[in-house]
């Protein structure tokens, strides 16, 4: 796609419903007791997400609550602090991406959904762009040395690295660059604009972010769109706590969603033995439900561990095994009530994360083409 034009200094500043509840489900949470003081202000007017405003995880957020929404978006550390804001009661909702259409899953995000007791509200299919930034665009491409980002978004860009920016350098006679992973991308984006001439390597240091933490970090564009393929999009999920201020309240979604699938998603231990995985995979099979993802993680131990998981479930090489499935319109309470126990007899422990609305894209993949890519100083 065209690059966007030169651009500098001028950027700165701008339901889970009352079903049967799962056999061993495994309610506890991470965080503090719901009532704590809150530097936020009151749960019923805080959604937060991990980063800062600009960060992917913001614009996420302000896809789920718009202006007029009511509630105050305010960011936090990391995934992990936005689950304690969430079951402590000092926020109502958690925006927190799991799932990368390029990069792929989240892990960390799967392991806090089991460490905490929350469910998921929501779900929807964001958009991304991913920039390059650096503090100044005087030498481009073939100065760059050092790259910052979150780790997954290096993933989702690592087409453009390997061979648009390698050949950059190697053409300046650069011998390489190196990739350094961040906490989110505004992370990344703040490092560069704070820092001192060149990097340590001896060339520029660059950031892969959002055109809005560039902006606000007053940060130039080197290069636009370098995501691995034509279209990329994360999963976000919209999470709250299963006993707090937002049950009974109507979740929010987005207003101009089309026809958004309902989901499921559950977490499930399964005994170590043939047949295992089959038996629970043919409770949805033998009722024509279907399957959208499954995931596994391996089963922690100590105050991580699943609360109230079997002990002998707890073993290295032992999987949790997480399962999204589409809900279909006819299906009943008593329908999924049968569906939960058979899951039940086939596995010793079961988490259910509830039943929510999901608005994805869903399209063929193409690969990004950089045929008519060229960094912002060759056209300049």
């Known amino acids: 796609e ?22 061993r489900d495994g309610d506890g949470g991470g965080g503090d007791g719901a009532g704590s ?7 019923s007017e805080v959604a937060v997400y991990p980063g800062e405003e600009g960060s992917l995880a ?11 929404a009511g509630l ?16 402590a009661g000092r926020a109502l909702y958690g925006v927190i991406p799991i799932e990368n259409s390029a990069s792929g899953t989240l892990h960390k995000t799967y392991d806090l959904l089991v460490e905490h007791d929350v469910v998921i509200g929501g779900e929807l299919g964001v958009r991304e762009v991913y920039c390059l930034c650096a503090k100044s665009d005087d030498a481009g491409l073939p100065a760059v040395r050092r790259v910052l980002s979150h780790p997954n978004i ?6 453009f690295l390997d061979t648009r920016l390698a050949a950059a350098v190697r053409s300046a006679g650069g011998a390489g660059f190196e990739t350094l992973a961040t906490r989110s991308t505004t992370e990344a984006a703040r490092q560069v ?15 892969i972010a959002t055109k809005e933490a560039a902006r606000r ?3 130039c564009l080197i290069a636009e769109d370098c995501g691995n393929d034509a279209f990329l999009e994360t999963r976000y999920i919209l999470i709250r706590s299963r006993s707090g201020p937002a049950v009974g309240r109507l979740l929010p979604f987005p207003r101009d969603s089309v026809s958004p699938l309902t989901k499921r998603s559950a977490c499930f231990a399964l ?5 295992s995985i089959y038996k629970l995979l043919s409770c949805w099979a033998l009722r024509g439900l279907d399957i959208l993802k499954v995931e596994t993680r391996p089963v922690a131990a100590g105050h991580r561990a699943p609360p109230r998981l079997p002990a002998s479930a707890a073993r290295l090489w032992d999987y949790l095994f997480y399962v999204d499935y589409a809900v279909p319109p006819s299906q009943t309470a008593e329908a999924h009530a049968r569906l939960w126990d058979s899951l039940s007899e086939f596995s010793l422990w079961a988490k259910d994360f509830g039943m929510y609305p999901s608005q994805v894209t869903r399209g063929t993949k193409q690969a990004q083409s950089w045929a008519d890519m060229v960094d912002i100083m060759a056209k300049a």
């Open 2 to 23: 065209a690059l966007a034009s030169r651009a500098c200094g001028a950027m700165a500043s701008s339901d889970d419903r009352s079903a049967k509840r799962p056999r």
């Open 37 to 43: 003081s809150s530097a936020f202000g009151e749960a």
């Open 58 to 68: 913001h614009i996420a957020a302000t896809k789920f609550f718009p202006r007029d």
């Open 72 to 87: 105050t978006l305010k960011g936090v550390d990391s995934f992990a602090a936005a689950f304690r804001e969430v079951v």
């Open 154 to 159: 290096l993933e989702a860009c690592s087409t």
């Open 193 to 207: 604009s704070e820092a001192v001439g060149f990097s340590d390597s001896g060339g520029a240091m660059a950031a």
């Open 217 to 219: 970090f007053g940060l």
């Open 271 to 275: 005994s170590n033995e043939p047949g």
